[in-house]
């Protein structure tokens, strides 16, 4: 199908591209950027008032499918990304059962591509069963198709085992997804502070960061396997990230749009929805997450995306399970951080498409993901920056519908609204207002 998007503002942030111009999209690659009145289009989409930049890539959604399609099915979360602009998905190893057999691996993309809604990278468990007691056949799940591995929010308690892991990983290019976190120090259910004190909840000292966060750094620098670090949650791990990359370790780290927001004052009375790991924690580390994010030293934000089902959710804030759906959230609060904090647009999008494309990598081929340039595969974004929009239950796509972001309960409207998504070039997502 020939597709042409005319009259947007076209921002590509890989390259520097910012302009008014049309995008002609043929055979599912960008064929031409610039003035396109003579391309004979089978479809069109009027951009006028409007961005156009690549699709977003996020790098943590759990999709509950396959063991927990009770909470989020595969259909319905990749409509979810594409609602939100998202393109390109990498998803953890945690389903049930893990992602540790090559066939599961398979499965699961066959079954991703047949919705046509959303490009998918499944990491791989690190071990098997995600059980931290034996690797899991490395080679087999990379070439089945996994991007990386991960013991995703499953804490590895032998540091020798990650040690040997590690080692592995560096011998055949593959990159270890962590999540910093220390076994014994992390069993709470909110940050210790005043908060969590005076909630009479149990704290996760940022200890439970930072002691997981020295061990990585450690093993790295004698392995000199590559780490991305995922979902930074302090002011202490952000400067111990910042110490490592200016050593020229080969980390990346992201941090999620909860984190990036909110604090642990925001739990008020009990709020379950304010139920989250990592937990939110106090201003200074969200101020940290910030900079760190605009400097570079924090790479991409990710949504962090967790549908939970109402019986999980509706109940007292130690009890309940945490996680929330953000996925269709996650344009808008990139925007609406670059906005209060004074980043510019191009580097606010940076850091949700061409910078966590860079931290896949070579994962991701000759595809051009996370950029917008003639002969790149046409995955794009079309939003409005204007306009606003409610985020409720109603409105959501994702089958969870629990978010920190209600607003039924905060009360504030969220910015930028997607118009459009195009997944090598055609439409998997298109509002009525277009």
Request: hydrophobic share 45%; proline share 5%; aromatic share 4%.
């Amino acid at each position: 199908m020939k597709l042409l998007i005319h009259d947007g503002r076209v921002i590509d942030p890989a390259t520097g591209r910012d302009e008014r111009a049309d995008v002609a999209i043929a055979d599912g690659h960008i064929a031409a950027i610039g003035r396109a009145a003579d391309f004979d289009a089978e479809r069109r989409i009027d951009a006028r008032g409007c961005i156009v930049m690549p699709g977003l890539v996020d790098l943590a959604v759990r999709l509950r499918e396959p063991g927990r399609e009770h909470e989020g099915m595969l259909r319905s979360e990749l409509r979810a990304a594409a609602a939100g602009g998202v393109t390109s998905l990498v998803c953890p190893p945690d389903t049930d059962p893990p992602l540790d057999e090559p066939g599961l691996v398979e499965m699961l993309k066959f079954r991703a591509r047949r919705q046509s809604s959303c490009r998918l990278f499944p990491l791989g468990a690190l071990t098997r069963g995600l059980g931290g007691d034996a690797l899991t056949e490395m080679a087999h799940l990379s070439e089945a198709g996994c991007v990386g591995f991960s013991q995703a929010d499953h804490p590895l308690r032998d540091t020798s085992l990650l040690m040997r892991a590690l080692q592995y990983a560096a011998t055949f290019g593959y990159t270890v997804w962590l999540r910093p976190q220390d076994a014994w120090l992390s069993g709470g259910v909110a940050a210790s502070g005043a908060v969590a004190t005076r909630l009479g909840l149990a704290g996760v000292p940022v200890a439970a960061e930072t002691v997981a966060l020295h061990t990585i750094v450690e093993l790295a620098r004698a392995t000199g396997a590559r780490v991305h670090l995922c979902r930074l949650s302090s002011a202490a791990g952000v400067e111990l990230v910042r110490r490592a990359k200016a050593e020229g370790l080969p980390l990346s780290a992201d941090v999620n749009v909860h984190s990036l927001h909110l604090t642990d004052v925001d739990i008020g009375y009990f709020n379950a929805d304010m139920r989250l790991n990592p937990p939110l924690r106090q201003q200074a580390d969200r101020a940290a997450l910030r900079r760190a994010l605009a400097d570079g030293t924090i790479d991409a934000l990710v949504s962090d995306h967790s549908p939970v089902a109402d019986d999980a959710k509706n109940l007292p804030f130690a009890e309940a399970e945490p996680g929330a759906s953000a996925v269709e959230l996650l344009l808008s609060l990139a925007l609406k951080w670059g906005r209060d904090d004074g980043v510019d647009l191009p580097r606010t999008l940076a850091r949700v498409t061409s910078d966590p494309a860079r931290v896949l990598g070579a994962s991701l081929g000759a595809l051009g993901v996370g950029r917008l340039v003639e002969g790149a595969v046409a995955d794009l974004c079309v939003f409005d920056p204007d306009a606003t929009w409610s985020v409720t239950r109603e409105v959501l796509v994702s089958q969870g519908k629990h978010t920190p972001f209600d607003f039924t309960v905060t009360g504030t409207a969220l910015p930028g609204r997607v118009r459009a998504t195009v997944l090598a070039g055609g439409v998997s997502y298109q509002a009525a207002a277009v």
